[in-house]
């Protein structure tokens, strides 16, 4: 089992790591974020029954447990009740020649803005998952995915829009 467990995250890391930075933008907390992903994913190893693909039931534990430690997180006394993803931003103007990292930042903050839900569907189509295989991990119907994404397309359409004004 262990050697299966190393063989699945060495296979899908990279969305895993990208998930972390999508539920919150502390770096210590993407390094917890990503701990905690992995427990569960060790954790809920036995209950896989090969229903789907391995990379979809590692994207269903690993967003679940992402909005699990983001409600964690907001329960903490210790820690302010907003998350940086839902704060306000200032970015660039659209006017401005922006290279790559400060678009890829500005997509990060625009999307930590969305509902949960939409975050974790924005994220499974940027990871280029079917509608089929977002639908099989948020348990919504294809069609929904269909509309929803559309929704959300706008919505950061219309930010960036806001983003040049």
């Excluded at 999307?111 to 975050?119: A, E, H, V, Y």
């Excluded at 994404?149 to 919505?155: K, P």
């Amino acid at each position: 089992m262990e050697e299966q467990f190393h063989a699945w995250i060495d296979a899908h890391q990279a969305s895993i790591l990208r998930i972390s930075r999508f539920y919150t933008f502390d770096k210590e907390e993407q390094k917890d974020l990503y701990q905690e992903i992995l427990l569960q994913v060790w954790r809920s190893m036995p209950r896989f029954q090969g229903q789907c693909q391995v990379g979809t039931w590692i994207y269903r534990v690993a967003v679940n447990t992402a909005l699990m430690f983001r409600r964690s997180l907001g329960r903490r006394k210790d820690r302010p009740g907003q998350f940086p993803a839902q704060e306000p931003f200032e970015g660039p103007s659209i006017e401005q020649q922006m290279d790559d990292q400060t678009r890829l930042s500005w997509l990060y903050r625009a999307i930590g803005q969305l509902k949960d839900i939409d975050r974790t569907l924005i994220l499974l189509y940027l990871e280029d998952l079917s509608y089929e295989d977002i639908s099989a991990v948020t348990g919504l119907s294809t069609n929904h995915v269909g509309v929803r994404l559309h929704r959300i397309r706008q919505q950061l359409s219309h930010l960036a829009n806001l983003q040049g004004q």
